[in-house]
């Protein structure tokens, strides 16, 4: 059974950072892409960034390219995200899925960025 944990969130200034982390299990981490996603209130979840299963190729929205970056470590089942120059637009629930599975998300972690 896949099994994500997010976590990592929190209360932060606009102009700083956030590193969130996605704890993964119940699948063979190492064969499968990683995605973040994000959902605003009233917004559709949107995808924000995501990493090949070995690490070396990412992509990102272009409304976070350049301050978000996307790493991994397939010994310990973690993605991460690091969340650079953050603004209040950037407020919202973070997701992370394994690209293999389409339907499995975790409960997410809030972000909240204030003006």
């Known amino acids: 059974q896949v099994q994500l944990v997010e976590s990592g ?4 200034p606009s ?3 956030l590193r969130l982390s996605c ?13 973040w996603y994000r959902q605003a209130p009233g917004k ?8 090949s ?7 990102y929205a272009d409304s ?13 089942h973690v993605c ?7 603004k209040p637009e950037d407020t919202a629930v973070y997701y992370c899925k394994p690209t293999i ?4 998300w975790g409960q997410g972690t809030q972000v909240t960025v204030s003006s």
């Not at 704890?23 to 995605?35: D, E, I, K, V």
């Not at 559709?44 to 990493?51: H, K």
């Not at 976070?64 to 010994?75: E, L, P």
């Open 23 to 35: 704890a993964a299990s119940g699948f063979t981490f190492s064969l499968s892409g990683m995605s």
């Open 9 to 12: 969130g929190g209360f932060v």
């Open 53 to 59: 299963d070995t690490g070396m190729n990412a992509l």
């Open 15 to 17: 102009g700083g950072s």
């Open 64 to 76: 976070v390219k350049g301050r978000f970056t996307i790493s991994r470590d397939n010994t310990n």
């Open 44 to 51: 559709e979840r949107e995808l924000v960034a995501t990493i």
């Open 80 to 86: 991460y995200l690091q969340m650079n120059s953050l």
């Open 101 to 104: 599975f389409p339907n499995s």
